[in-house]
């Protein structure tokens, strides 16, 4: 998640990775030795005006996408986002896949996606759903490589919501019901994003070169029935050690995150 402040169409920022407290005790949590981490933001080159459709970059180490930020009573009730699952390459390492709300001007955040691995020319893919700060949880929905998915997470309150993969690929689909009274959400963030994730032993994992991922029919639901595309947030690149390794550019409906080699 982001902690600073983001600013455009409604002003915006982020999240990062959670989990659910309620109707999960049928799948596991996830074994996977990575997870998600709230963002790391460098630097604060993110202040836009107010109703402009103009971009702005800001760097951060773990995340890559685009964000939006609004206050209330203009809160977010759905995100979603379309995208091909791509087939990762060398150099070893993960990279996640998901849509969210929340993370930047509160820390919980909910959100579902994909994770997309590499290790000396093995790949593997999972899928989960989390409501952060809980642990994240593995969904049956099996990923291949050129699949369609289709994300969303929708919160009906502060405290409930829903979270569904779609592979349009296969045909299967999985929705799962989340209430966590515990860390309740404040409805002020949207996010598409391509996140380096952390190693659960510590630390920040090596990452993938995913190629390319551009989510479509992308967009964002507020609760004055409100639809935002994406275009006109903050894009957030991820930087590490003074070097860009994903890059952002948004378009009406689309968010487009590129591995930097």
């Known amino acids: 998640m982001i902690f600073g402040s983001l600013f455009t169409v409604f002003l915006l920022t982020t999240a990062a990775f959670a989990a659910p407290e309620g109707a999960i005790a049928r799948h596991s949590r996830r074994s996977a030795s990575r997870q998600s981490n709230p963002l790391q933001l460098l630097g604060r080159n993110m202040g836009l005006k ?29 995100v979603t986002g379309t995208f091909t699952v791509p087939t990762p390459s060398a150099p070893n390492g993960a990279a996640s896949v998901w849509v969210g709300i929340d993370g930047n001007a509160c820390n919980p955040v909910l959100q579902t996606g994909i994770t997309v691995s ?8 999972d899928s989960w759903y989390e409501w952060f700060p809980d642990y994240a949880y593995s969904s049956p929905i099996t990923i291949r490589a050129g699949d369609v998915i289709r994300l969303t997470v929708t919160a009906s309150s502060s405290t409930s919501g829903t979270t569904l993969i779609e592979n349009l690929t296969t045909g299967r689909s999985e ?3 989340l209430s966590n009274p515990s860390h309740p959400l404040c409805l002020q963030n949207a996010e598409w994003i391509v996140e380096d994730p952390d190693l659960v032993s510590g ?18 639901y507020m609760h004055s029935g409100q639809v935002i595309s994406p275009h006109g947030a903050v894009e957030v690149d991820i930087k590490q050690n003074g070097k860009v390794l994903a890059s952002v550019s948004t378009s009406p409906g689309t968010v487009t995150i590129q591995y930097v080699p």
């Open 175 to 177: 929705s799962q019901s």
């Open 118 to 125: 590499y290790k000396n020319g093995a790949i593997s893919y």
């Open 203 to 220: 630390g920040i994992a090596p990452f993938c070169n995913f190629g390319t991922v551009t989510f479509s029919s992308a967009a964002a």
């Open 50 to 78: 107010a109703a402009t459709n103009t971009s702005n970059v800001a760097y951060t180490s773990n995340w890559a996408g685009a964000v939006w930020n609004s206050y209330p009573p203009n809160t977010f009730s759905k």
